[in-house]
Structure formats: C-alpha cells, structure tokens
C-alpha cells in the first residue's frame, strides 16, 4: 500500500541530543490521542515531562517505547479531585499542555468536561507558583461558527466549555496573550485504525482526504459555502501536527507561542509541516499497479488466445 509521511517539528532533536534549554512540562490527557504524542516529543526533545490523564496507563501503541519511561505517569479524575490533591499531581511546571477534551451527547458532560476540568487545571498550574507558558488543544473556529443554524443543541456545551477552557488558559500566564498557545484543528486525524467515537480515520485515509481538500478548487469552495458544508471541505489535521504545534509553544518557539493556530493551514505552517501525500502516494500506488498489470496482460492475454485458437481447432478438425 502507500505509505505516509510522519512529520516532525522543526526544533525536534533526537533522544541522543538533549535540547539546552530543559524545561518541566505537565500534559493533561497524556494517555489521549494527541496528548500521548506530546509527551512523546516533549520527552525526545529533553523535557522533564509529566502525564496526567484518568488511567495514568502507558497507551498500547506505545507501551515498551523507550521514550515512555523518560514520563511520569499520573492518573485522576480531574472532577473528582479536590483542589490540593490536584496541585500535588500537576505540580509547579513551567508549562501546562491541556488536551483534555470530552464528547457526546448530555450538556452537563459537555460543559464540565471540557469547561470546568479544564478550568481547573489551568488554575492548578497556576498556582504552582512556576508557569510560564500554557497551550490548549481546542476546536476550531469554523466549527463553533455552526452552533446556532447547523448543529443540535447540546453542542451549545461543548462549545461553551472549550470557550471557558480558552480564557482559563489565558488567565494561567496573567492574561499575557503571548505565553499562550491555542491550537485549534476541526478533523484529527492519524494512526492505524478507525474509530466511531471520536470519529477518527487511519493515516494513510487522513493523508488521502488532506492533500486533496488542499487543492485550490476545494479551497474556493470551501471559501464560499456555508456552516458543516465548509467545515466539511477543510483538509483534516495530522494528529502529528497537532501534537508538534503544542510542543513547539510548550518550548516558547516564536511560530507557535502566543498565536492561535486556527485550523489545519495554520497548525502546519507554525512548525513547517510537509505537504500531505496521501492522494499522491495512492495515485502512484494505482500507476505502479496499473503498470504491473500492464506488464501482465502482455504476456498472459496473448497465451489466453493462443490457448482458445487452439482448442477451436482441434474443435474444428474432429
């Protein structure tokens, strides 16, 4: 099949060359999606890093990774957990990732899992007494542009919690917009599999649909059409490059750092992401194969006939 081109950030150092500047980084939802990721990067690139997640479980995907003994794993449950017990598990980082976030269908969920937990983490960090920076993984734009005319009700929450969950952010680093990062992707996608709940597709899908919606007449489209329909012609995010945008502002880079990344343009140009291939990669694969066949039937076709003339006249002759 065809293959995908895992991006890395710009300032990504190999495990052998410790970045100089070492830094202590807590990363909520650590175990996620994205949030393993960070912890991931963060820890090849010399951070001091922790994750703090409801299982504190190492993720299969990576379970035996060197990188993952180099994380402290910490589980709870962020509602649940009164507030100094809270400080004692997030601790005094000089970075805070949040990539906390909840879906489905109860307002109640909604709003407190993605407002109030968040909330709540970002106060903690703060009073850590040593913060100095503090990056959310949040939705972007666009999407919460449909809330009134294009989705149900109970997404009005999950709005509303993230909104909450970016001015915590703010308020953690004294409302310096500069020391806060907001990345804000529609579709992530990445990995191996597929899943309904979140709604996720592979890589090598993901690829496919991001390089294609990226070409200039879906970009048009995209411009003029309304609510889901636009959302729905944005190309997806890489969950690579999600993750490198939040550890790029975790280590204070300049194209991350105080900027709201909106959307998957500005997510991979803040850490110079490569181009998806995913279209090219299958349009190739399909050449290759169509070649082979190609280079098949030359020889076997002529075979076939030779075969059949063959039997017709032995038909012939009896």
């Known amino acids: 099949g065809f293959q995908v081109t895992t991006p890395t950030p710009k300032t990504r150092q190999s495990s052998s060359t410790p970045a100089l500047h070492m830094s202590s980084v807590t990363v909520v939802g650590g175990t996620g999606f994205v949030g393993s990721r960070v912890c991931k990067l963060l820890a090849e ?81 703060k009073r850590g007494g040593n913060l100095q920076r503090a990056v959310f993984v949040s939705v972007a734009s666009e999407v919460m542009s449909c809330q009134d005319k294009w989705l149900p009700q109970f997404f009005g929450s999950y709005f509303d919690g993230k909104r909450a969950a970016e001015q915590a952010a ?37 690829s496919f649909i991001e390089e294609l919606l990226s070409l200039p007449p879906f970009k048009v489209l995209a411009d003029i059409t309304p609510g889901l329909i636009k959302v729905a012609l944005r190309p997806p995010s890489s969950v690579e490059a999600v993750s490198a945008a939040c550890v790029a502002a975790a280590m204070g880079e300049e194209g991350s750092l105080g900027k709201t990344l909106d959307g998957t343009t500005e ?31 030359k020889v076997e076709v002529p075979k076939a006939v030779e075969t059949v003339q063959s039997k017709l006249d032995e038909v012939k002759t009896k």
Do not use: H
Request: aromatic share 8%; proline share 5%.
């Open 267 to 297: 997510i991979n140009e803040a850490t110079n992401q490569p181009a998806a291939t995913g279209l090219t990669d299958a349009l190739e694969w399909t050449k290759e194969k169509a070649g082979q066949a190609y280079e098949w039937a």
């Open 170 to 206: 703010l308020d953690a680093v004294d409302g310096d917009a500069s020391n806060r990062c907001l990345v804000k992707p529609s579709f992530i996608y990445g990995g191996d599999a597929f899943g309904l709940l979140p709604p996720r597709v592979n890589a090598e899908y993901g």
């Open 45 to 125: 690139n010399g951070e001091t890093v922790t994750s703090l997640s409801k299982t504190g479980v190492i993720p299969k995907t990576f379970d035996g990774d060197e990188w993952t003994t180099r994380v402290t794993w910490k589980a709870a449950d962020i509602l649940s957990t009164d507030s100094n017990s809270l400080d004692a598990l997030i601790g005094s980082p000089d970075t805070i990732v949040s990539c906390l976030g909840v879906i489905g269908t109860d307002p109640d969920q909604l709003s407190m899992g993605n407002g109030d937990a968040n909330v709540a983490i970002f106060q903690s960090a």
